[in-house]
């Protein structure tokens, strides 16, 4: 109850000094304090410790930095900084819409893979504001418009984090992903990175009979070179610390499947063409329903290095058709193992990295993995 309080005053002052700040912009008279602004004389009245000169009047500055600070304790209260190491991974996470997909069930496909002391801590936003860039300059309060939203930095200085991940953006350069990585390895010199690509999307109208199949694998076929040049940049200066998750190239997967009529309960290529509801896409770049479990795969696949075919667990997406599960799955881990820059192999093609087998052999093709076609080619 008392925690419910607390929120609901971080709320209200957050809305208090939203609406003091428009206040500021639109008059040019008097600073606004508790002295002649009745709203801010409550707020002083009830938290005495945001007057920090202890002036007795309660500036505009002021009540911003104690409702900063009362968010963060609030986040940090909920969140550990640290958690002692398991079996699981240890993942601070930027990124933006195309990444909470799988932010969303990656936790849960770890949990039913057997692993305990998985752990996120994502830091996301819209758009370009999730970007690897925006993402460094809101944790230090320097994006434009933003409080400062120190989500991963305190995290990170604890040293008890095993991978941090990006996602993919536009005017996002080395040197934006090198000063988190500098960071990261200051604090725990085993960390290890990834930067999850794009995919291709749809045009904003038309009909969905008027795209083909070699379109969408053309456009991946930029973004794969784009990532190409960002990663052997960073890898240059990192060598084998920075990895890809390529969901760019299983979604293609999953496009080959649908254009070879073989992608069991997706109706259409994207809702907002077709207005079905299980489509690869919703608005042409969002992915559809039931799509984060395919993204979680993708996840789950690079960063521990398994085949999620492997996993005997049924979820949401398999309950509404398991062969659409079934083939998400494998779509997930063939782009994985056939991405030279995941850094990972499977010979053997028994759904085991081949660098974290003790014994690789060849010829011993596991029953569950491996076993669907995935794609045209
Ligand atoms: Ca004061
Ligand atoms: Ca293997």
């Known amino acids: 109850m ?21 206040a500021c912009v639109c008059c040019a008279g008097p600073e606004v304090t508790s002295a002649n602004f009745a709203r801010l ?48 991974l240890r993942i601070v996470m930027t990124g933006h819409s195309w990444v909470a997909p799988a932010v969303g069930t990656l936790p849960k496909i770890a949990a ?56 993919l953006y536009y005017n996002d ?12 390895l200051q604090a725990n010199p085993d960390m290890i990175f990834y930067i999850q690509d794009g995919w291709p ?26 990532c190409k040049g960002l990663l052997t940049a960073l890898n240059k200066k990192y060598p084998g610390k920075v990895r890809l998750i390529p969901v760019g190239d299983s979604l293609c997967e999953l496009l080959k499947l649908y254009y070879a009529n073989d992608l069991p309960g997706i109706e259409g290529l994207s809702k907002h063409l077709c207005g079905k509801e299980h489509t690869i896409w919703r608005d042409g770049g969002h992915i559809g329903k039931y799509m984060n479990w395919w993204e979680g795969y993708v996840y789950y696949a690079t960063l521990y290095k398994k085949s999620p075919a492997l996993i005997e667990a049924e979820f949401e997406v398999s309950r509404y058709n398991a062969e659409l599960d079934k083939r998400m799955r494998q779509c997930a881990w063939k782009a994985v193992v056939n991405n030279p820059h995941t850094g990972i192999t499977d010979k053997n093609e028994n759904g085991i990295a081949d660098e974290i087998e003790e014994t690789p ?10 076993d669907i076609a995935c794609g045209a080619t």
């Open 112 to 167: 039913a893979a057997g692993l305990d002391g998985h752990h996120q801590r994502p830091h996301l936003s819209g758009g370009g504001s999730g970007s690897a860039n925006s993402i460094w300059l809101a944790e230090h309060g320097k994006y434009p418009g933003k409080m400062l939203k120190d989500i991963l930095l305190p995290a990170i200085a604890t040293g008890k984090w095993d991978v941090m991940t990006w996602g």
């Open 361 to 370: 052999r060849k010829d011993s093709r596991s029953s569950t993995a491996g």
């Open 173 to 184: 350069w080395p040197e934006h992903y090198a000063r988190w990585i500098d960071v990261c």
């Open 41 to 88: 004389k409550d707020y002083l009245q009830q938290h005495p410790d945001a007057d920090i000169d202890k002036d007795g009047v309660l500036t505009l500055t002021e009540a911003r930095r104690h409702i900063q600070k009362a968010g963060q304790q609030e986040r940090r209260r909920k969140n550990p900084l640290s958690f002692a190491k398991g079996s699981g």
């Open 2 to 22: 008392a925690s419910m309080r607390s929120k609901r005053s971080i709320f209200l002052a957050g809305g208090l000094v939203g609406v003091l700040l428009l």
């Open 201 to 226: 999307r749809t045009p904003g109208s038309g009909s969905e009979y008027d795209f083909k199949l070699e379109d969408f694998l053309a456009g991946q076929k930029k973004i794969n070179v784009s």
